[in-house]
């Protein structure tokens, strides 16, 4: 394989929106997919060997659906780890979430952090009970690497981020939407997942015309940093998706 790859706008190395890095904004989701769109017109060859696949997780994941709904011909598949058809928002319910958002967007506290956000962040720097990984060396892996260079951190949502999000959920569930995706996908869920939702990945994969999905039930959110048991079963589907022998 040649692989292809980059840090979004507002995460990693990427240029922040935002004069503190901590936090992590975007004003709509079609600034995201523009980003993927240059990304794959201007970086991979046109010539790149094929067939040329997705590999997305979470949030990638949603946003490699809205460029598939848009953009079909470039790819030949997609792989979906976790994807974020839905999000979890607890401690608090959804309506009050959205109510939240909405006098937050009224009051222009855009920037401002989600109550809570960098609360449920932070009980992700102990591995007890963390919601991405059980693997304990891997968990390790975005500490050492956040130590080494912190510029690289993103540890609270803003309110406009959230804002985006909802919207773009909101946008998926639209009807007709997934239904005239017909792009082959594989959808593998983290039976574990407290991060998004399995039973929106479900439903998903009944919508999209060219679907098949695989939970792992022991996964925690971060399937590609889990153990080795658990990764093992995702790249023999990958392979399988990908007709690899």
Not at 165 to 181: A, N, P, R, W
Not at 227 to 242: G, P, S
């Amino acid at each position: 394989f040649d692989v292809y790859s980059f840090d979004w706008r507002g995460q990693g190395l990427s240029t922040r929106m935002l004069s503190d890095r901590a936090k992590g904004f975007i004003n709509d989701y079609g600034e995201y997919l523009l980003d993927l769109y240059e990304f794959i017109d201007k970086v991979v060859p046109s010539n790149a060997n094929k067939p040329i696949y997705f590999l997305a997780h979470s949030m990638v994941a949603h946003i490699v659906l809205l460029y598939l709904k848009k953009f079909a011909m470039q790819v030949d598949g997609a792989v979906l780890s976790a994807p974020m058809i839905d999000i979890f928002t607890d401690p608090y319910p959804k309506w009050l979430v959205r109510l939240l958002i909405r006098i937050a967007l009224i009051t222009r506290c855009h920037h401002a952090v989600v109550p809570g956000s960098r609360k449920r962040l932070e009980r992700e720097v102990h591995f007890d009970n963390n919601p991405l990984t059980s693997d304990p060396q891997r968990f390790l892996v975005e500490k050492k690497a956040l130590a080494t260079n912190p510029k690289m951190a993103a540890d609270a949502i803003t309110f406009a981020w959230l804002s985006a999000t909802m919207k773009s959920i909101d946008y998926l569930k639209t009807s007709d939407f997934l239904e005239t995706i017909t792009t082959p996908i594989l959808i593998v869920s983290a039976g574990a997942d407290k991060v998004v939702s399995v039973s929106a990945q479900k439903e998903a994969c009944c919508r999209l015309p060219n679907c098949r999905l695989t939970t792992i039930l022991d996964s925690r959110h971060e399937i590609l940093m889990e153990t080795d048991v658990i990764r093992k079963i995702f790249w023999k589907e990958f392979r399988d998706f990908a007709g690899i022998e």
